[in-house]
């Protein structure tokens, strides 16, 4: 009986941070600054869950996607670069903007992972953001940094 109990309690400590990241997971809502503002994706905020190739501090800066050939060929191929990244959704397409939701294991948070073709540079700016939570231990430099290399390995090879 008394091991019965134990169990319990020990379940009981384990399984409600999980219940309740969960429920704050599935509380989230789409911010609702996403987009362009004066032809730049939003800010990222102080936490380090963000990561921005428009970003000005080092904490949250990540280079832009570079890229050859006509900007529906750098769409057409980022869109083949998504294609390849687990539970990762293309939400909204528009000439020279993407918006995906990319939903972690887990616990189902959401991340926003916006992209902006810049013709005149010929490099494709993006920005991934967590809608919850403080630290992503890394996550979305990582997922941004396999999206760039799926990207380039669609390249035309002569």
């Known amino acids: 009986m008394k091991k019965r109990i134990l169990y319990f309690l020990v379940a009981i400590v ?23 503002t004066d032809g730049r994706l939003a800010d990222c905020p102080d936490s380090p869950n963000c ?19 006509s900007p529906e060929e750098a769409i057409e191929r980022l869109t083949a670069a998504l294609a390849t990244i687990p539970r990762l959704k293309i939400v909204t397409q528009e000439e020279g903007y993407l918006h995906a939701e990319a939903t972690s294991l ?23 953001a967590s809608r919850t939570g403080y630290s992503d231990l890394g996550a979305k430099r990582i997922r941004m940094e396999r999206i760039r290399q799926a990207f380039h390995e669609r390249e035309k090879k002569p």
């Open 106 to 128: 887990l616990f189902r948070f959401v991340d926003d992972v916006e992209f902006l073709v810049d013709t005149d540079e010929k490099i494709i700016h993006f920005r991934s």
């Open 14 to 36: 384990v399984l409600t941070p999980v219940i309740l990241l969960s429920v704050r997971s599935a509380m989230s809502k789409k911010p609702d600054h996403l987009g362009l």
């Open 51 to 69: 990561v921005s190739t428009q970003a000005l501090d080092a904490k949250h800066r990540i280079e832009p996607i570079s890229y050859d050939g």
